[in-house]
């Protein structure tokens, strides 16, 4: 039927995403480019590829402080 057709569509794409190459990965150090952390360089502790997020690990006055940050705001250093 027309349903399952566009319901396999819907499928395929799914796959088609999650075959997408995570740019980064743990213990990579990378630069914050966007938000009040711009500039700031930390280490990746965690990727979610689901949310396309990373926990980086930042060094502010001293100590190290975790953020949560898109993969659109940071870059490789």
């Known amino acids: 039927s027309e349903v399952n057709r566009m ?3 819907v499928d395929e794409l799914s796959v088609k995403v999650d075959n997408v190459a ?3 990965a743990v213990g990579e150090t990378v630069k ?3 938000g009040p952390f711009n ?3 930390g280490t990746i502790e965690k ?3 689901e949310k396309r997020k990373l926990e980086v690990m930042v060094k502010i006055f001293g100590r190290k402080t975790p953020l949560e940050l898109s993969f659109m705001q940071v ?3």
């Open 7 to 9: 319901l396999g569509k």
């Open 22 to 24: 995570i740019p980064y």
């Open 32 to 34: 914050v480019v966007d």
């Open 39 to 41: 500039g700031f360089n």
């Open 47 to 49: 990727v979610n590829e």
């Open 75 to 77: 870059e490789k250093v």
